[in-house]
């Protein structure tokens, strides 16, 4: 039974460039979640998206990040025009049902941005 | 001011020692209350939640929640040096439940 799925695992980017962030739930889940961690920070949340829908995208910048979860396929989270500042690591989320139940996260993908 | 604060340590204690680690919150509006652990270069695990106030045990791990000094609490009995790993509480309120709020997350080191 994997778990959830993200990658790539590291990513390089020169500023100005796209970054594309997969994540793949785990099977049987609907519901995924996107969270940054800068350094030295807790994971800060982002995006819930369900198949085809954005539920709650309160935690993304305005400009240059975009969400998607299409019918097929994995989620993806994309960063148009990387800056330094967007380097982090990106986890992803997934759960069974909607509301509070347990979250389960990928092994997250780290982008520096050069 | 962070809506949960949390000592990022690091915290190193001897094998068997009761560790103690906390989170303090200011949003009265929290219910939810998660401890998950983070091995460095992985994704936060869940180790335990509880629902509002109260102690849940599973374990060598204890939770508690105290909202009226909106302070929670993980203690690991008989620590193990395989419990080394960063610590981080997070919390949601009943409204956007699936949105959790982390701490900072706790370096904790348990020496053989």
């Known amino acids: 039974n994997a778990g959830v799925m993200q990658n790539p695992r590291h990513l390089v980017r020169r500023r100005g460039q796209e970054a594309r962030l997969r994540c793949s739930p785990m099977?049987?889940?609907?519901?995924v979640y996107w969270y940054r961690q800068l350094p030295e920070e807790g994971l800060k949340f982002m995006v819930y998206l369900q198949k085809e829908n954005i539920i709650d995208e309160s935690g993304m910048p305005k400009e240059r990040f975009s969400a998607e979860f299409p019918k097929e396929g994995p989620s993806i989270l994309r960063i148009q025009q990387v800056v330094r500042g967007d380097s982090a690591a990106y986890f992803c989320?997934?759960?069974?049902?909607?509301?509070?139940?347990?979250?389960?996260f990928g092994p997250g993908t780290r982008l520096t941005v050069l | 001011q962070k809506e949960v604060e949390q000592d990022p340590g690091p915290l190193s204690v001897p094998e068997g020692a009761i560790v103690s680690l906390n989170c303090t919150y200011s949003n009265s509006a929290f219910q939810y209350f998660m401890w998950y652990r983070q091995y460095s270069r992985k994704g936060p695990e869940l180790l335990m939640y509880?629902?509002?106030?109260g102690n849940k045990e599973d374990g060598r791990f204890t939770a508690q929640v105290d909202k009226s000094s909106k302070y929670i609490s993980l203690f690991i009995r008989d620590s193990q040096p395989s419990d080394s790993a960063t610590y981080l509480c997070a919390m949601s309120g009943e409204d956007s439940s699936y949105k959790l709020i982390f701490g900072s997350g706790t370096r904790l080191l348990v020496r053989p």
């Open positions: 509880t629902y509002s106030s």
């Open positions: 989320a997934s759960s069974r049902l909607a509301g509070f139940n347990e979250q389960f």
């Open positions: 099977k049987g889940h609907s519901h």
